[in-house]
């Protein structure tokens, strides 16, 4: 069974930073496209970045230019750099691996406050 382990969420000031992990197992890793979402309260699961396993990412236009996904096959590790952040980035963040179907992890709470 695939297994997600997100870490590194927490409570944050407007323009602070925060990395995320996702420790991926149970599957071929450098495969497989990966991506993180997020959920805000009262609001539907949205895409934040996506990463190929050629290294080919994509984002959602809110957090471009903010955010960065990566990807370490070495350590079957996705990434999330999230500079500058912002009040509406609140939200449990979740990793997934991405197919036919889609594993999530169990999430990771990210609070911007001041």
């Known amino acids: 069974q695939v297994r997600l382990v997100e870490s590194g969420g927490g409570l944050v000031q407007p323009g602070g930073s925060l990395r995320l992990s996702c420790a991926a197992s149970r599957f071929i890793f450098s495969i497989t496209p990966m991506a993180w979402y997020r959920q805000a309260p009262g609001k539907q699961r949205e895409l934040v970045a996506r990463?190929?396993?050629?290294?080919?990412?994509n984002y959602a236009v809110s957090v471009k230019g903010r955010f960065t996904i990566s990807r370490d096959n070495a350590k079957n590790t996705v990434y999330l750099q999230m500079n500058s952040l912002k009040f509406e980035d609140t939200a449990v963040y979740y990793c997934?691996?991405?197919?036919?179907?889609?594993?999530w992890g169990q999430g990771t709470q990210v609070t911007v406050s001041s």
């Open positions: 990463i190929t396993s050629g290294n080919t990412t």
């Open positions: 997934a691996r991405e197919g036919p179907r889609t594993d």
